[in-house]
């Protein structure tokens, strides 16, 4: 069975940046299970997998633009504290959901200095380009409903 759109894909895999470093990994716990062309992970990695078969291992590097985005200087904004209202502690690493010009998301306080809190709009991983180990582990026909409602449905699903 290969990948392809409307299948329920199973992978472990290891995400690690440039330098090697480990970002993510699902080694050590359950396997990512997506709904493959519905857009539930990465463009790039979507399209790496696409017509992949079960049991195949491989590596790929996947560009920022095909990630997570480029990096956006003007995702970084400097605002006054008083649009924290309600939160009487701000500190650096905080992240609130708020509107964006993208639209809902979730901004990262990255500095704080007096009544000036500087925000971060981008993604943590935008601009960074992102290389994965990957090994398919299962795939199956997706359901009716996992098609029609735009992921997989199983352990951990709590969408409904």
Do not use: W
């Amino acid at each position: 069975m290969q990948v392809a759109d409307n299948m329920a894909v199973s992978i472990h895999y290891t995400l690690t940046n440039d330098e090697g470093e480990i970002i993510d990994s699902s080694a050590d716990g359950d396997a990512l299970v997506y709904l493959h062309g519905a857009g539930n992970i990465i463009s790039g990695l979507e399209n790496a997998l696409n017509g992949k078969q079960l049991g195949e291992k491989f590596t790929v590097r996947i560009e920022a633009a095909d990630a997570y985005g480029d990096f956006m200087d003007d995702r970084v904004q400097v605002i006054a504290r008083d649009m924290f209202e309600g939160v009487d502690n701000v500190e650096v690493g905080m992240q609130f959901h708020a509107d964006v010009s993208s639209g809902p998301g979730v901004i990262t306080v990255i500095a704080v200095e007096g009544d000036q809190i500087t925000i971060d709009g981008n993604h943590p991983l935008a601009g960074v380009p992102l290389t994965f180990d990957i090994d398919i582990i299962d795939i199956r026909p997706a359901t009716q409903e996992e098609q029609s409602h735009g992921h997989i449905h199983g352990a951990g699903c709590d969408h409904h």
